[in-house]
């Protein structure tokens, strides 16, 4: 099973590389070792850096970073599926609009940021909702 990445061209939103920040950065961006990135768990959190396309009042569109986390629902291969845990502060909801609360984000360990372990009964309860927006699954 193929799973794509989000990009700014094609979904208005991507992930941004938490490995490429912490090199540009080394003394104040911190992230998780590799390894602990690498063996997620279904029910974790990790927290991931996302790139939006927002519109200002004016009508232009910049790319906005907004921090969120996600919790980890599945794994394809190296690539994990989490549900987004927030809604996003720099867009309008929207039903055309992908990014929701609930809604299925792919990611790598590379993206990673930060990993918490939420209380048990809230997981149970987020992982046992519908996904309010489901990510293809083909590559397409």
């Known amino acids: ?12 939103w991507e992930l941004r590389s938490a490995e490429a ?3 540009e950065h080394p003394d104040t961006f911190r992230i998780p070792p590799p390894a602990v990135r690498a ?3 279904r029910g974790q959190a990790a927290k991931l850096i996302f790139d939006l396309e927002a519109v200002e009042e004016d009508g232009s569109i910049v790319v906005q970073g907004e921090r969120m986390w996600v919790i980890v629902a599945e794994r394809a291969g190296e690539t994990y599926v989490g549900l ?4 996003p502060a720099s867009i309008e909801p929207s039903p ?5 609360f609930g809604a299925e984000i792919p990611f790598l360990p ?17 992982l046992g909702q519908v996904p309010e ?8």
Do not use: F
Request: one cysteine or more.
């Open 84 to 87: 987004l845990d927030s809604q």
């Open 1 to 12: 099973m193929t799973i794509r990445l989000a990009t700014l061209a094609r979904d208005s």
């Open 110 to 126: 590379e993206h990673v940021v930060d990993i918490a372990q939420p209380p048990e009964e809230y997981v149970t309860w987020q």
């Open 96 to 100: 055309t609009v992908y990014l929701c």
């Open 39 to 41: 063996n997620l768990r």
């Open 21 to 23: 920040s912490q090199r």
């Open 133 to 140: 927006r489901t990510w293809p699954r083909d590559g397409s």
